[in-house]
């Protein structure tokens, strides 16, 4: 069915290193832009990062620029966000989300969510 | 970056009665070229993941009751649930999608039954 599985979540020192994975199935992800949303404990939303459904283009929130890095492999279907130098700021559950409209048409809304994995950072 | 608001924090409905949900923008997320506003709305059950509900700010995602809809436009939106149900019992999210990359939501609404 079609689907989105995070893993790779976990327990984590801060300054350490942590990489998650996103496992799609269901519809053809290659054609797909795919961003990452994270929600703190008890919080709201906030996104990120995305790809381009080649890869081509990436973008990243002003928190997490330069220490996280998202991509992907359409051969496996699969996203990634490896996620270096964290802290306990970065301590939420991340989802994974399916633009609605393939190759970049329309908006940046969400049709597809993964069910998350969480993710804390303490010592 | 576009700041999301949403009023009220949280409200308690009948059931049957009808629910409602504002959401503003700081700035206009008409794009006036298409016509079409920016935003989507989402429902978060607890323990679980959103769920898209509405986007360019009134159309209906397949397979969401018609209970629920949309409106607004430029700065301004509303999300009705126009008879409330036990399983509506969420926390409803707006979303703005004008001003991509910086995407951003809106802290959240919470709907229980009064």
């Known amino acids: 069915q079609v689907q989105l599985v995070e893993s790779g979540g976990g327990v984590v020192q801060p300054g350490r290193s942590l990489r998650l994975s996103c496992e799609a199935s269901?519809?053809?992800?290659?054609?797909?832009?795919m961003h990452w949303v994270r929600q703190a404990p008890g919080k709201g939303l906030e996104w990120v990062a995305v790809?381009?459904?080649?890869?081509?283009?990436?973008h990243y929130a002003d928190s997490v620029r330069g220490r996280f890095t998202i991509s992907r492999d359409n051969s496996k279907n699969i996203l990634y966000l490896q996620m270096n130098s964290l802290t306990t700021e970065d301590t939420a559950v991340y989802y994974c989300?399916?633009?609605?409209?393939?190759?970049?048409?329309?908006?940046?809304?969400?049709?597809?969510w993964g069910r998350g994995t969480l993710v804390t950072v303490s010592s | 970056d576009i700041v999301m608001t949403q009023s009220p924090d949280s409200l308690s409905v009948s059931l049957g009665e009808r629910a409602t949900i504002n959401c503003k923008s700081s700035?206009?997320?008409?794009?006036?070229?298409?016509?079409?506003?920016?935003l989507a709305w989402y429902q978060q059950k607890p323990g679980q993941s959103p769920k898209l509900l509405i986007y360019?700010?009134?159309t209906r995602e397949s397979g969401v009751p018609d209970r629920f809809s949309g409106s607004g436009s430029g700065t301004d939106f509303t999300l009705t649930i126009s008879s409330l149900q036990a399983e509506d019992v969420a926390v409803y999210y707006c979303?703005?999608?004008?001003?991509?990359?910086?995407?951003?939501f809106g802290p959240g609404t919470k709907v229980d039954i009064k």
């Open positions: 790809t381009a459904h080649d890869g081509s283009n990436k």
């Open positions: 989300a399916k633009v609605f409209e393939a190759y970049g048409a329309g908006g940046w809304y969400f049709d597809l």
């Open positions: 269901g519809f053809t992800f290659r054609s797909y832009g």
């Open positions: 360019w700010a009134s």
């Open positions: 979303q703005q999608y004008y001003s991509t990359p910086r995407i951003t």
């Open positions: 700035q206009s997320i008409l794009y006036s070229s298409y016509n079409k506003n920016y």
